[in-house]
């Protein structure tokens, strides 16, 4: 196992020796990490997740209890997934071909799931892929994600639709006289340019 110098591997952790865990990584009890999975540095790897083969996690991840994230997922610096949230691979589901024959790697076309830098999926959201979520997004819990989510956009419900947007501290974003937007937490400030969120240099 390459990079192996992390805090906490659990003796119960079913880690194949070709995954790659970076420095400071925790990885608890009956976790499984597979082949060629890549798990940056100072990562959170909770009870019984699942991490796919293949499957590449940025630095400072976390990826709560019981979370499936199935290859060819790309996971960036940042992320949070929840506690059982599932990143799925698979459009059209079969467990066998149509003449009845268990279905074989070869026999279907794995798609990812992307998350970029900072996101979050919450409890039990369910991400349909391919599907990408945006930097600094924020899925809520029980969501079903089945389109793209922009950068800093709350989604909610099944399906998932926006209902505002949120900062880097994870607030929902409050507007102010201006027409800008503002997290009550930062004071950090934010503007729509042709309906995309961008963060303004001054904040």
Known sequence: MSGLRAAHLAATADIDE???????????????????????????????AYIGPGVSLGDRCKVQNHA????????????????????????????????????????????????????????????????????????AAGSVVTKDVPAFALVVGVPARQTG???????????????ALRCPQTGERYVLLDGVLVECPES
């Not at 970076?22 to 909770?46: K, M, Y």
């Not at 790697?105 to 349909?128: L, T």
């Open 68 to 139: 499936l994230v199935y290859e060819p997922a790309t996971i960036a610096t940042g992320v949070f997934i929840g506690p059982a949230a599932v990143l799925t691979n698979d459009l059209f589901p079969r467990a066998v071909t149509p003449h009845g024959a268990l279905k074989r790697a070869h026999d279907w076309q794995a798609v990812g799931v992307v998350v970029d830098e900072g996101a979050s999926i919450g409890a039990r959201a369910v991400c349909i892929a391919p599907v990408r979520i945006g930097r600094w997004a924020m899925v």
């Open 165 to 179: 947007w949120v900062g880097r501290a994870g607030l929902p974003l409050v507007p102010v006289a201006d027409g």
């Open 18 to 48: 070709r995954a790659s865990i970076g420095e400071g990584s925790v990885i608890w009890d009956l976790a499984q990490v597979r082949e060629t999975a890549r798990i940056g540095a100072q990562c959170v790897i909770g009870r019984g």
